[in-house]
């Protein structure tokens, strides 16, 4: 490979940094690599690291996805240990460009670019492609974007809409908020939907119920729930979902993102039919007065597993991010 015709993209989670390259002219990502976060002290490692793996030397101009904030040149992730200044890294390997952008800002980008074969309907519809569109998923953390549309594209909005409120809509969520508020002070919604989050939710069900909770990881959970069929946490999983459609529906009457909602992320692919047997679409439709609205607009499950690398790709010639 010819180190000045690349770019470099990434897409960096609590868990795991995916990279890639970008030839000039060229909006497919390649040479994917997807490394453990936990495995190096700090970005530079990991991407010294990436680019030994792919025998490139140098590129010119880097984009990367972080699951943070991004206000000024101090990035701190929110769900890993790395810290980093954008300058000091852009110096470091000679950039001539080092663009950071919210992961979810890069989903969002990235969704337009994913096929129809990559998107699973889940409900609703026809919607209005002249209206915004909701991006948001439970990761690590739950990610929220959207996408505004304008004449030649779109306008990614960097939000961080996980950290909204949860809102109890009933007795047990009552407990649940009860319960969670004790551990965490205040709880926002990513307490919930995330994969630390169900472990929470779960738990939490179990001292409601008086019953042990002896599962101890988010995928244990969704096993048992989809393949067990164990009653406690069949009950929580489509509790989580119930909870993830409150909180779309919510994000729709916000945004009045009626082109539609896109949910990414890599948790919901891993039990796609339970999720679509599950009371989602009724969390999601029950706005009252609002339902028409709701049921107007259509939702998909994102299957493609780079849309984060899709939207850095897109990123890096966006003047609007």
Known sequence: MTAKHYSLVGDIGGTNARFAL?????????????????????????????????????????????????RGTQIRMTNNHWRFDTEEVRQQFSWSAFKVINDFTAMA???????????????????????PRLVMGPGTGLGVSG????????????????????????????????????????????????????????????????????????EKITAAATGDNEPLARETLRHFCEILGRTAGNGVLTLGSLGGVYLCGGILPRFLDFFLESPFRNGFEDKGRMRPLLEYTPVYVVTEPYTGLLGAAEALGNPEV
């Open 147 to 218: 996408l505004v549309p304008i004449k030649k594209g779109w306008v990614p909005l960097m939000t961080e809409g996980g950290h909204v409120d949860f809102a109890p809509t009933d007795d047990v969520e009552m407990d649940i908020l009860r319960i969670l508020k004790a551990r965490f002070g205040r709880v926002s919604v990513e307490r919930i939907l995330c994969g630390q989050g169900l472990l929470n939710l779960y738990q939490a069900h179990a001292e409601i119920r008086g019953v042990a909770a002896p599962l101890d990881a988010p």
């Open 109 to 131: 980008l990235g969704v337009p670019h994913v096929s129809e074969a990559n998107l699973v309907h889940v409900c609703g519809g026809p919607g209005d492609p002249r209206r």
């Open 22 to 70: 970008m030839e000039q002219g060229d909006a497919r990502p390649q040479a994917i690599e997807v490394l453990a976060c936990g495995d190096y002290e700090n970005l530079d490692q990991a991407v010294v690291d990436y680019l030994q793996k792919v025998g490139v030397h140098s590129v010119s101009q880097a984009c990367l996805a972080v699951a943070s904030p991004v």
